[in-house]
């Protein structure tokens, strides 16, 4: 085990770890850590650790390091993360994309096109879209066609 990390697995600790990796519905990430925790109050060290779970190394820190900070109930959640935040000048990058240029591929951008041509996440894409109220895939205005005949046939074959 890692110098600075003391992990000691009291026995009523030990039972409901026990018992919770022989539950057959708990979570399988709920019960890999459970089970590093119990080969580390049996004295095992890391690698034997890594080699009997399959985890890596730092897993193998991060979850006895959670057990000795948070105890048990430490091993049952997940530690929350900041949301990503994407710089200003890139959504205006997208904003300014979709509001002026035309993909070379298609008509109208899709998410994916312009996260490609951006370098960002499809997901990021849709959200800028939503939060700047932008649908580029619905048509907002009729096309013309540049045919000179178009009128003269349109209106005989439709109203004739």
């Known amino acids: 085990m890692r110098r600075g990390v003391e992990v000691s697995v009291l026995p009523e600790d030990r ?19 459970a089970h590093i925790v119990l080969l580390t109050g049996d004295g095992l060290g890391t690698m034997e650790i890594m080699r009997q779970t399959g985890q890596s190394k730092p897993t193998v820190w991060r979850w006895q390091a959670r057990f000795a900070e ?75 066609s540049k045919d000179p005949d178009f009128e003269a046939r349109h209106v005989t074959t439709c109203c004739g």
Do not use: C, Y
């Not at 939503?130 to 649908?135: A, I, N, S, V, Y």
């Open 15 to 33: 039972a409901r770890l026990s018992e919770l990796v022989a539950d057959r519905n708990t979570p399988q990430k709920h019960a890999a850590r």
């Open 70 to 144: 948070a105890g048990f109930d430490g091993l049952l959640r997940d530690k929350t993360r900041p949301p990503g935040r994407l710089p200003p000048e890139v959504i205006r990058k997208v904003v300014s994309k979709t509001t002026t240029e035309r993909p070379t591929e298609a008509t109208p951008w899709s998410t994916r096109m312009m996260a490609k041509a951006v370098g960002i996440a499809p997901g990021s894409v849709q959200k800028i879209w939503r939060d700047h109220g932008l649908k580029p895939h619905l048509v907002r205005h009729f096309k013309l």
